[in-house]
């Protein structure tokens, strides 16, 4: 019988609590043993749950108990949630967390410490909740020279465009909205302003091409600066807009990947995932694109992926199991994406003749009830650079590629 214990009891941890003991006939199917969930860690006595008689309070008691196996942290955040996760790992215990935050920053150590100690360090949930994505990217794609990856990467966000696009309410009014729903938070910066995407494509980025990719080498653009004219224009061409994470293989290895809003194609797969949903596309050179679609967070369907890990571990305990990624810290092969070619949508405050003079043959876009002297249009390929050189001087008031 494996013994669990579970770090922190808020809505993915108890999640995992649930779908561990309700389930546990159905897993000892699947891994031919119980699981036993043995600890809760939590610093509330949580008197009123159920699972009141494994919780404790010291994570020393999990740390110095030889008979659990493995350790869930769903705790949050970097330090504490780092430091329990060390020493887990170098006491001789499996690890499974859903903390994007941790992998995206700490990942590549904390597997070199999991692979050192002989047992596994498991995230699948860090990226995109109960939608499989790092699996099938390690196991089912493995012959693949993953060219890219990315997609819808924050549910919260893409309620917020979906709201404007279909609704016509305004992006304050949309978070508004989510925010009633309990789609967001209270402080919703994490979301609106990108940092939650940028972490998850970090992830993803390191598992497609095998190399470290930090957030602060991520350009992370968020959805605070959308308007109702941008998705006008959009409409008027045929496409949304979508709030994207792309990390692109470049010659010689390198990477490039940011996070920013885009114009997506209606006939795009991504230009049809709405609501809180996330779609995730890859594509690689033998299989050629591929969309994993789902809910990308929710207690259930995470704690669903956290279980599928643990699942994983207790499948491959003997040999261990890591998604690794092998190549360390290389700035050099982390670029920007001002290389990358884009025809780019671009709105604002300026005579048409102004905008010909700068941009030449481009293709002008119309919206009803649009202000006096505002022009939106899309370019030629370009890059960013040759972009900001041709509007240096006129007053811009959107800028999105298309992807």
């Not at 109960?130 to 924050?154: S, T, Y």
């Not at 591929?290 to 599928?308: E, I, N, Q």
């Not at 199991?321 to 025809?343: F, H, I, K, Q, Y």
């Amino acid at each position: 019988m494996a013994k669990v214990a579970v770090m922190g009891f808020g809505v993915v941890g108890s999640g995992v609590c649930e779908v561990l003991v309700n389930n546990q006939e159905h897993i000892a199917k699947k891994t031919g043993e119980r699981l036993d969930l043995k600890y809760i860690l939590d610093v509330r006595d949580l008197s009123d749950s159920p699972y009141a008689d494994r919780v404790v309070h010291d994570f020393s008691i999990i740390e110095n108990d030889p008979e659990v196996d493995i350790v869930v942290e769903t705790i949050g955040g970097v330090q504490i949630s780092k430091e329990f996760t060390q020493r887990a790992l170098k006491a001789g215990k499996s690890v499974v967390t859903s903390n994007k935050a941790l992998v995206a920053e700490h990942g590549f150590e904390l597997l070199k410490v999991a692979e050192a100690n002989g047992v596994s360090y498991l995230f699948e949930a860090s990226v995109g909740g109960g939608v499989p994505i790092l699996r099938p990217l390690h196991r089912c794609l493995a012959a693949n020279e993953i060219q890219e990856i990315g997609g819808i990467l924050n549910g919260t966000t893409n309620y917020i465009l979906t709201r404007m696009i279909r609704g016509g309410l305004s992006f304050d009014e949309a978070l508004k909205e989510a925010q009633g729903k309990g789609y967001a938070e209270a402080d919703p910066s994490a979301d609106v302003n990108g940092p939650d995407a940028c972490r998850k494509l970090c992830i993803l980025a390191a598992m497609a091409f095998g190399r470290r990719v930090m957030p602060e080498q991520v350009p992370t653009e968020g959805i605070t600066g959308v308007t109702l004219a941008d998705v006008a224009y959009a409409a008027s061409c045929g496409k949304k807009v979508k709030f994207l994470g792309r990390a692109v293989r470049l010659p010689d290895d390198a990477v490039c990947a940011y996070v920013a809003p885009h114009l997506v194609d209606e006939e795009n797969p991504l230009a049809v995932v709405e609501d809180v949903f996330n779609g995730i596309t890859v594509k690689g050179d033998a299989v050629g694109d591929l969309m994993f679609y789902g809910h990308g967070a929710g207690r259930l369907a995470t704690a669903s992926a956290v279980v599928g890990d643990i699942i994983d571990v207790v499948k491959h305990r003997q040999r261990g199991e890591r998604a690794a990624w092998s190549l360390g810290d290389d700035g050099d092969m982390v670029l920007r994406p001002d290389a990358l070619e884009s025809v780019w949508y671009v709105r604002l405050n300026a005579a048409r003749p102004a905008v010909e003079q700068a941009f030449g043959d481009i293709q002008f876009l119309s919206r009803p009830d649009a202000p006096e002297g505002e022009c939106a249009f899309l370019s030629g390929p370009m890059r960013r650079s040759g972009l900001e050189q041709k509007v240096k001087g006129l007053d811009v008031c959107s800028v999105f590629r298309v992807l």
